[in-house]
């Protein structure tokens, strides 16, 4: 089931409200700000059903909430520049398949247009061979070699397509992202009431740190040489908007704003009691460890799993706390798995899945 709504066009009926009020620049923890400051993305009632009708079907199985892929930071209104978070969602996508093969139902929550559980084999093949190069463009049927390939893939897809066991939800933007998330988990808080344990939330997602507040977005596209309009004499030396300034002799200034921090309002107050899994992305190894210890203590998640940006297909570290509250972490390496596994895997994701769900299966039995 996919919620058939776009999130990658500009809302342009939703365009700036220049009466709102003025944003204070958000603290981290001052959660309630940015959504009384930044509008609800237009189709967030439609995925509000879609959510629900989803629960409807399954009542309160195992069900895990991924989050997939990069957030955008729009910096004009009709968006034609816009900042963006590194992920190709290459782990939302593969984790994706790997909690369907153990019974979960999923709800996957991934940038549009970025890797999608099952359709991600046929665009991440490592001889760059895509869809179109498995058919016979003669008899226009799959060539020979790709159907053992295709038939198993195929097979899998059908089978959670008939049962309805993943709902997809697009976004684009760091703000549809982060009130479709909590709509999402304040949906699931309902639906499981004092069953919340069943849920794990796993947020793979890269989230912008920082953005501009709605009100301070130009609504068109920025000029170059300063205001651009006209042209000729007496053109425009500076076009400024809030948080941008563009001059014809000093280029572009553009201020953030910090996004708040949202993993503890999940962890306490979207769903209580869900087992809460969050990713931390480090290019420099020496901050890995402190920086997920760090993450722990102030969201008080039930894991973390540290990735550097270098090495991320090939290892992960688990960070948590044990039962007397002290920190341990535990690497996991695709190496290590196949050298001593009874069955050899293709990525990391399918060697640490497995201990995911073994660690929610505890959370849930607490
Ligand atoms: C990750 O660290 C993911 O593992 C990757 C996956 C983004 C590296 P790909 O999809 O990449 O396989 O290309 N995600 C979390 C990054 C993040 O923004 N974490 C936040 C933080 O570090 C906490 S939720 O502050």
């Not at 959504?35 to 189709?43: D, E, I, W």
């Not at 049927?141 to 198993?152: A, F």
């Not at 069953?195 to 977005?217: G, N, R």
Request: net charge negative; proline share 4%; aromatic share 10%.
């Amino acid at each position: 089931m996919a919620v058939p709504v776009r999130t990658y066009q500009p809302e342009l009926s939703q365009a700036i409200n220049r009466g709102l009020e003025e944003p204070r620049v958000a603290q981290s923890a001052d959660e309630s700000s940015y959504f009384t400051h930044n509008n609800p993305p237009p189709y967030l009632g439609s995925v509000e059903k879609s959510v629900q009708d989803f629960l409807n079907i399954h009542g309160r199985c195992n069900l895990v909430l991924i989050t997939s892929g990069g957030t955008t930071v729009p910096l004009e209104n009709n968006t034609v520049r816009f900042i963006d978070n590194f992920s190709a969602g290459t782990r939302g996508a593969i984790s994706a398949e790997q909690f369907l093969d153990r019974g979960y139902k999923v709800i996957f929550l991934y940038r549009e247009l970025s890797f999608m559980p099952f359709l991600r084999h046929f665009t991440t093949d490592p001889n760059h061979e895509n869809f179109l190069d498995y058919v016979d463009n003669r008899h226009l049927g799959i060539k020979k070699e790709y159907t053992e390939k295709l038939r198993k893939i195929l097979e899998q897809y059908d089978y959670h397509k008939q049962h309805h066991n993943i709902l997809t939800v697009p976004f684009t933007t760091v703000n549809q992202y982060l009130y479709t998330l909590k709509s999402i988990c304040e949906t699931l808080a309902g639906h499981y009431e004092e069953d919340t344990s069943k849920v794990a939330i796993y947020l793979a997602a890269a989230v912008s740190d920082f953005y501009i507040p709605e009100s301070k977005l130009p609504d068109h596209k920025i000029q170059s040489g300063g205001g651009g309009r006209g042209g000729g004499e007496g053109e425009q030396e500076s076009q400024t908007s809030g948080h941008i300034i563009s001059t014809a002799n000093s280029g572009l200034t553009i201020s953030l704003s910090p996004v708040p921090k949202f993993l503890a309002r999940i962890v306490d107050s979207w769903c209580g009691g869900a087992m809460v899994i969050s990713f931390k992305l480090e290019t420099d190894d020496n901050l890995l460890y402190s920086k997920c210890t760090g993450s722990l203590s102030k969201y008080g998640q039930s894991l973390v799993i540290g990735n550097l940006l270098q090495t991320r297909k090939r290892e992960v570290m688990f960070v948590d706390k044990d039962e007397d509250g002290e920190y341990r972490h535990v690497w996991h390496r695709l190496e290590d798995h196949n050298r001593g596994g009874t069955k050899t895997v293709g990525t990391i994701e399918e060697a640490f899945i497995p201990l995911v769900a073994e660690l929610h299966r505890r959370w849930a039995r607490k």
